[in-house]
Every structure is written in C-alpha cells, then in structure tokens.
Nanobody, 132 residues
Framework: QVQLVESGGGLVQPGGSLRLSCAAN????????MGWYRQAPGKQRELVAT???????NYGDSVKGRLTLARDFAENTVYLQMYDLKPEDTADYYC??????????????????????????WGKGTLVTVSS
C-alpha cells in the first residue's frame, strides 16, 4: 500500500519562500506521476505541479514561475520549493502519486504488484498559510 507523508507547511509572510516535502514509503520510481495539488477553503482542489516518470513537468497556471519541483530517488521524496508566496497561495497542499496497472511498488519491507486498474494515492495534506 502506498503511503505519502507531507511536511514543511506553516505560516509564511507574503513574498516569502517555503519548501514542502512528500516522503513515500517505497520507491518513487514505481510512480507514473507524482506531485502536488492544493485546496483552499471553499474551493476545489487544483493542480500545483506534477512530474512524470520521464521527468516531464506540468504546473498550475496560478503558480507558474514561482516554484520548483524536484525528486530525490535515494530518499524517495519529492520536494516543492515555492517562492514569492501570496495570500492566495494559502491552502492545504496534498501530495499525489499515480501507479499504472502492471507495476510493482517496492516498499522498504516488500513488493506489491498492482494488476489494475491504475491507482491514485494522496497524502493527508499540509497547511500553508501566507499572511503578514
């Protein structure tokens, strides 16, 4: 079973920076895609940034140019570095991972085979508050 644990959220002033981390309980090389979404109070969940297994990235329009997405395969972690934060960036940020059918997911203790269908997994979220 895939487990994703976010960290790094908190209170930051407008114009500040913050780095979020998402640690998986197994090899992130198993994921077809991985990344971040966010949800502000009263709004729908929206894309922040994702990266595919081949390294292609996709960024949400509201955050383009203000963030960097990076993977650490040794630590099985994906990082979201955000810059020039604005009050409208205040939201719960959720880590996301997608596994395609026919994939093995190698955890630290065993390997799990996903015969199908494709599966999406989410972390529990970390709150980012941008306020002075």
């Amino acid at each position: 079973q895939v487990q994703l644990v976010e960290s790094g959220g908190g209170l930051v002033q407008p114009g500040g920076s913050l780095r979020l981390s998402c640690a998986a309980n197994g090899s992130i090389r198993s994921f077809n895609a991985m990344g971040w979404y966010r949800q502000a109070p009263g709004k729908q969940r929206e894309l922040v940034a994702t990266i595919t297994s081949s390294g292609s990235t996709n960024y949400g329009d509201s955050v383009k140019g203000r963030l960097t997405l990076a993977r650490d395969f040794a630590e099985n972690t994906v990082y979201l570095q955000m810059y020039d934060l604005k009050p409208e960036d205040t939201a719960d940020y959720y880590c996301y991972a997608h596994i395609k059918a026919g994939t093995y997911y190698h955890t630290y203790s065993d390997s799990v085979y996903y015969p199908g269908p494709d599966m999406d997994y989410w972390g529990k979220g970390t709150l980012v508050t941008v306020s002075s």
